[in-house]
């Protein structure tokens, strides 16, 4: 890793003091916990996610999948089609849309956040291939992929021991006291937008440009609101399968885009909440958000449209990461209008394929 980074502050010993909590989040942009979530389910929920992940070819075939160790032949990422059939496996686990809702981790958010809270119903894993480096999450501020409330609260936590090496979160401390969303352009990694961290220090002088993160051990976990600019550290390692949770909490009453009222990654390929719960045990948790009041408002677009028309601009000029999104584009959705736009500038170059 060529970056330098600091350990984060561990806050263990103010889970209990609601005031203090809010004074950190408010000061520093981010809340670390070691081992505040419960091993053994957490181990269950591992053992859960592996076999889907090893039915569907991206771990060892001959392996534990408890190991992780990955399959590279079968490398894919968020955003690609083939992706999604493996990780909708993943989303119709009970197991994997009840954690949030542990006592644990509801407590430490309503106190964090001052009030009653639910976790957001578009729960995400994030599942990394080792060695696809220019695929890693690059630095943003969740707000532009999740909108909604500037008050919304990511929880990120590894499923298993996430080494720095495995590529853990790492967060600018402070970086959400700018109070705006940032400008993001256009990114090959996870989300397709990244802040230009040069170009920001520039306006934003006060920002610390030091990276805090630390080597995650199960059960560790990391809150932060909407406008701390964070990242993920690429997955270094021969092998192993980065595997984490990446789920979000709101005030009851305050207002939810709508995109994260359904599975995720469904603007990719259809997956609705019958057929996540075709399989569950029980009905406790089934549209639990429901029964609670909040605000639904519609989903703002002009985001991804700008790092998509900064996608097709570089695409003309030959650049090889411009044109990959191109393809993933008409890979993903080829009726749709981006697809459409994708194919007219792919010819325009002489690299349709």
Not at 85 to 106: D, I, T
Not at 302 to 317: H, I, N, S, V, W
Request: aromatic share 10%; charged share 30%; glycine share 6%.
């Amino acid at each position: 890793m060529t970056e330098t980074w600091q350990e984060f502050r561990v806050s263990n010993e103010a889970l209990m003091d609601a005031e203090e909590l809010r004074r950190r989040l408010d000061a520093e942009g981010y809340l670390f916990f070691r081992k505040l979530q419960n091993r053994d389910k957490l181990l269950a929920l591992r053992r859960d996610m592996t076999r889907a992940l090893h039915a569907g070819g991206w771990l060892a075939a001959d392996s534990d999948p408890m190991l992780g160790i990955a399959d590279v032949t079968h490398r894919c990422t968020e955003g690609d089609l083939d992706y999604n059939k493996v990780y909708f496996q993943v989303q119709r686990l009970e197991s994997f849309h009840s954690l949030p809702h542990e006592p644990e981790l509801m407590g430490a958010a309503e106190r964090i956040m001052g009030g009653k809270a639910i976790p957001l119903p578009g729960k995400k894993a994030r599942i990394w291939f080792p060695k696809f480096k220019e695929h890693t999450t690059p630095l943003h501020q969740d707000f532009v992929h999740y909108q909604g409330s500037m008050d919304t609260l990511t929880c990120w936590s590894p499923v298993g021991d996430c080494p720095i090496e495995l590529g853990p979160l790492a967060v600018l401390p402070g970086s959400h006291k700018v109070k705006k969303v940032l400008p993001h352009h256009f990114s090959l990694g996870a989300g397709g937008l990244i802040i230009d961290l040069k170009e920001q220090t520039q306006e934003h002088p006060e920002l610390d440009t030091t990276w805090l993160s630390t080597n995650f051990e199960l059960g560790d976990t990391l809150f932060f609101p909407a406008l701390t600019v964070h990242k993920a550290l690429p997955n270094v390692t021969e092998d192993r399968m980065r595997i984490s949770l990446d789920n979000r909490y709101q005030r009851v009453g305050d207002r939810i885009a709508e995109h994260m009222l359904v599975p995720h990654m469904t603007d990719i390929s259809p997956l609705s909440w019958e057929e996540v719960y075709k399989d569950w045990k029980s009905d406790e948790l089934k549209y639990y958000w429901t029964k609670v009041k909040f605000q639904k408002i519609p989903r703002y677009w002009g985001y991804a449209r700008k790092g998509f028309e900064e996608a097709m601009e570089l695409a003309r000029q030959n650049d090889k990461c411009g044109i990959l999104a191109m393809r993933r584009t008409i890979r993903s959705n080829p009726s749709s209008e981006d697809a459409k736009a994708a194919r007219s500038v792919l010819q325009e170059i002489g690299a349709l394929e």
